[in-house]
């Protein structure tokens, strides 16, 4: 069965200054795909950023980015120019390609301070 | 532009009563999902619905039923409410699987519910 997890409960950061959460997963599959939500404080869960795992190249949108190792199972974002708006819980999700499950990670709770 | 819609937002009920979670959706999706979400425990899937018809246990699906009434409605219905059923409910969609597996889903505003 695949897991996600994420290590950090709670994070802080600067506004302005760069974060990185982290997100590492178990999956015996080899085609899959990874996705990072944001949950802000109105429950809403918005989608961040995408990766497909058969996709070298690491994805970026405007101020988020991944680290994605895929021999290390890892899958890390990167938050550039925090910004006030950031503070929210993250999750990372895993959606493998056998079955249409997507598993999320406890998630990781960020406060952008000013 | 709806999205996805779930009803209610937030109930309150007394262990032993039944109740049943609606969600909707409007983008034609064939995939659809349900969640609990518990602090420190993240999203954890209950059952999911890969395609009209068919349904799946996710992760924790003891207490739960679900239907998939058609390719729109998917409901998740607790039978006898118990304490431990107290969370928020999230209902998502997806455009489907297999080939269309990478497309994200797309989340309801969440049912708070809260059983005394």
């Known amino acids: 069965a695949q897991t996600v997890t994420q290590s950090q409960p709670e994070m802080s950061v600067q506004e302005a200054e760069t974060v990185t959460l982290s997100c590492t997963y178990d999956?015996?599959?080899?085609?899959?795909?990874l996705f990072w939500y944001k949950q802000p404080p109105s429950r809403q869960m918005i989608l961040v950023i995408r990766q497909e795992a058969y996709k070298q190249q690491n994805a970026t949108e405007n101020r988020f980015s991944v680290n994605f190792q895929k021999a290390a199972k890892s899958f890390s974002l990167k938050i550039s120019d925090s910004q006030l708006g950031d503070t929210a819980m993250y999750f990372c999700a895993f959606l493998g390609t056998s079955y249409d499950k997507v598993i999320f990670g406890p998630g990781t709770s960020l406060s952008v301070i000013p | 532009n709806a999205g996805v819609t779930q009803t209610p937002k937030f109930q309150v009920l007394k262990t032993g009563q039944s109740m049943t979670l609606q969600c909707a959706q409007d983008m034609n999706h064939n995939s659809m999902y349900w969640y609990r979400q518990d602090p420190g425990m993240g999203l954890r899937l209950i059952y999911y619905?890969?395609?009209?018809?068919?349904?799946d246990k996710g992760e924790v699906p003891n207490g739960y039923n679900v239907s998939r009434l058609n390719k729109r409605e998917f409901s998740l219905r607790l039978e006898s409410a118990a304490p431990s059923q107290t969370s928020v409910y999230f209902c998502?969609?997806?455009?489907?699987?297999?080939?269309?597996?990478?497309?994200?889903?797309?989340f309801g505003d969440g049912t708070r519910l809260s059983i005394l």
């Open positions: 999956t015996s599959e080899n085609n899959y795909y």
């Open positions: 998502a969609s997806k455009r489907g699987w297999r080939g269309q597996s990478r497309q994200p889903q797309h």
């Open positions: 619905s890969a395609s009209e018809g068919t349904t």
